[in-house]
T-cell receptor, first 117, second 109 residues
Framework: GAVVSQHPSWVICKSGTSVKIECRSL??????MFWYRQFPKQSLMLMAT?????????EQGVEKDKFLINHASLTLSTLTVTSAHPEDSSFYIC?????????????FGPGTRLTVT | KQEVTQIPAALSVPEGENLVLNCSFT??????LQWFRQDPGKGLTSLLL?????REQTSGRLNASLDKSSGRSTLYIAASQPGDSATYLC????????FGAGTRLTVKP
């Protein structure tokens, strides 16, 4: 149980285009989903927290107009990188929690490798 | 703001050795501490979760300890195997989850 999937697993896009990444909880309802990014040999950095049906809460320094997050249902959250640039190339990982915004357990997706050329 | 540090950044050991990975955190008011494994280009696999009221957790060859007062946790891997080669991340959980930068472990056959 507690499986989280991400799609796509990797994507290459041209600079200036937008890319959408999906995060799904397959066997539980995720009241809260989290989006992280990870640069090579660095740790995961929380980008934003989203609760189903409400606006995402972004961490300081994360541009909310560039990284659009939608959490339209209890099993799906999407991250759209708008007008992507090479510096947005990174590994994006989502996680999902059934326990709400106070985190006791998160279940992580397999990640999406984004390369912007 | 919680800061999590992992030492060493990289570790290479011969197969069969026992080893210890270290994690320290600055704010002891945590709900729990978790250890994860990350293979190259992959997501995170949860290994052990230690609640703030606990001192250790064990799963197979893995044992994790927690000392909240000193802001430290250790992950002990017994009888290491080449398949243990991966990056190990610890994360301190308060109202969010703060990760360390990880320890890259290589176990040589």
């Amino acid at each position: 149980g507690a499986v989280v999937s991400q799609h796509p697993s990797w994507v290459i896009c041209k600079s200036g285009t937008s890319v959408k990444i999906e995060c799904r909880s397959l066997d539980f309802q995720a009241t809260t989903m989290f989006w992280y990014r990870q640069f090579p040999k660095q740790s995961l950095m929380l980008m934003a927290t989203s609760n189903e049906g409400s606006k995402a809460t972004y961490e300081q320094g994360v541009e909310k107009d560039k990284f659009l997050i939608n959490h339209a249902s209890l099993t799906l959250s999407t991250l759209t990188v708008t007008s992507a640039h090479p510096e947005d190339s990174s590994f994006y990982i989502c996680s999902a929690s059934a326990a709400g915004p106070i985190i006791y357990e998160q279940y992580f997706g397999p990640g999406t490798r984004l390369t912007v050329t | 703001k919680q800061e999590v540090t992992q030492i060493p950044a990289a570790l290479s050991v011969p197969e069969g050795e026992n080893l210890v990975l270290n994690c320290s955190f600055t704010d002891s008011a945590i709900y729990n501490l978790q250890w994860f494994r990350q293979d190259p280009g992959k997501g995170l696999t949860s290994l052990l979760l230690i609640q703030s009221s606990q001192r250790e957790q064990t799963s197979g060859r893995l044992n994790a300890s927690l000392d909240k007062s000193s802001g430290r946790s250790t992950l002990y891997i017994a009888a290491s195997q080449p398949g243990d080669s991966a990056t190990y991340l610890c994360a301190a959980v308060e109202d969010d989850m703060r990760f360390g930068a990880g320890t890259r472990l290589t176990v040589k056959p």
